[in-house]
């Protein structure tokens, strides 16, 4: 899909090259990430996929096509993008920005207004609300919603994104990071997204590009190699400790048994809710509204009040997780809530199951064993290659 | 929100918790603001308003001699303002026609080399008394209205150029990134983000501009090119201080009714959304 081939950026001036001799093969539909430490040449080699930086030398092919040669605006307007400064044209509405590119490419004006409408629904915002606001009146993660709208515009088979999700706050980069996810399993786009963070690589990435000084690739593979076989000691310290608990970030919910939670719907008689709750060994009980989403979270007290209806009663649900969203973070929300366990909801918000410690221990005790199994291996080949040195 | 994704609404909620709700960035209501705006669009010209009616009562309470008779009387105030508003209007005109292509090109990238010495150029125009400029334009080249343009073009091209600039320079670098990096040609950058981003600053100085030339184009009497400066000098050499004050007076009406018509401009002319 992408190919980059010896790809060598230098600045005039300066030793050494900012990146040095890429050759590197993207496929169709994954996320790649470029991940290192800071100056490593990640967001340079990024940016010269749409030439915002010219390559000294080299050459990259998009769908086969040899893009260092023609005309670079025409060539970014085939190229999603995404920068960490969310970028949103403050004079420009919501609609105006998303615009942008359609408006270079010279469609007419239904289309173009149906193409609003159509990604704001995509990221999960009201159009009829949204497309007539200006960005400073949308909080940061809406706004990150509409520059991945922006990026989509036309539909471009390759998006780039710098730090995407860099300058949001955690608890909302993680629900985007999710959503992210989610839509890309529906628009299945060809992404090189850079970051800092190996976290968020791992969590994000079909393949991880490991980047040192000088832009030259320590490793380039899928997250579950790099956290068991680091290439390196560069690679094994960039990835550094805890790299079983790291692996938290793999799993994802739809990969673990859900556990089953009592429910009820909110229709329900109080009798029959404490039947429910005899029942089980929860000690609490969710309620249910008619399209099978979670509304409340109560326990025997709550439901034995009469002064409150049963859509009031006990608290809001907390902990609510989607299938993609990994165990990191129902773990960390987990241990926010107040039932010790998160709620799985699929993309509409109806419930699926639950997941509680135990799932997520049983997780990392299984990982624990996968990498003990590994370290072994590993120290076995090292023996046997002591053993064959002497003879 | 909750109606289109309704089963999204509690992560909704809790990203609004997290990043501050937008409604409460936006007090004091509207309304209130509208009220406040209103009261300054209309404070400023009944003050000058009431300048003016105590002007007239205190000329019209005084008896006036035949050389005050001759400069403050209905025929010639009116003249001298129109040929005041003239002179600024027509050398602001030029100045904007001047100063803000030159800003824009003195801020592009290929331009960097020359835009010390054009600055040091306009700094300098600043500097030389306008007094100065029109008299060796009326030595060298002719008196009436073209030189009183020219000079007060020299002296008040400095602050539009500088705003432009400015303006244009504090646009987010990031915005500019953005643009290039959907595709978008370096002009359209500059017609589509740069200069709507930078108008406000640019504005800001067109409104000095007006003012600087408003007080400026009293010296225009000195080369025959009218104004309210006619009066004051009149009253000047005549040592009649009924006239001086008249001249004065008007002078400072019309400066402030000019940044207050510039300050509804601004209001009017920038972008939405900022």
Redesign the interface.
Known sequence: MIRLDGVTKRYPGQEGAAVERIDMDIREGEIVIFVGPSGCGKTTLMRMINRLIEPTSGRIFIQGEDVTRGNPDQLRRRIGYVIQQIGLFPHMTIGENIATVPRMLGWDKARISNRIDELLELVGLDARIFRSRYPKQLSGGQRQRVVVARALAVDPPVMLMDEPFGAIDPITRDRLQNEFLRLQQEIGKTIVFVTHDIDEAIKMGDRIAILREGATIAQYDTPEHILSAPADDFVADFVGAGASLKRLNLSRVRDVELTDWPTVVVSADRAEVLSVLRRSDKGSVLILDGQNRPVRWATARDIDRDDIPLEEAGLEPEAVVEPQSTLQDVLNLMLNSSHGAALVVDGEGAYLGAVDFATVANAVQAMRREANKELKAAADELGEAERATPA | ?S??????T??KE???H?????TA??APPPAARRRRALFGYVAMPAFLGLVCLVLYIWVQGKELDSIEGRLVNREVIRDATVEHVQLTVVSTFFVILVAVPLGILLTRSFAKWVTPGVIALANIGQMVPSVGVLVLLALTWTIGFRPAIVALVVYSVLPVLRNTMVGLQQV?R??I?????????RL?VLG??EL??AVPVILAGVRTALVINVGTATLATFVNAGGLGKIISGGLSTSRNTVIITGAVLTAVLALLVDWVGGIAEDLLR????
């Open positions: 929100m109606v289109a994704t309704p089963g999204r509690l992560g809790l990203e609004e997290a990043s501050g709700t937008v960035a936006e987010d990031n915005l990134d953005a643009g290039r990096g959907m595709g978008m040609p359209r589509r983000i709507p981003l972008p939405r959304g900022l």
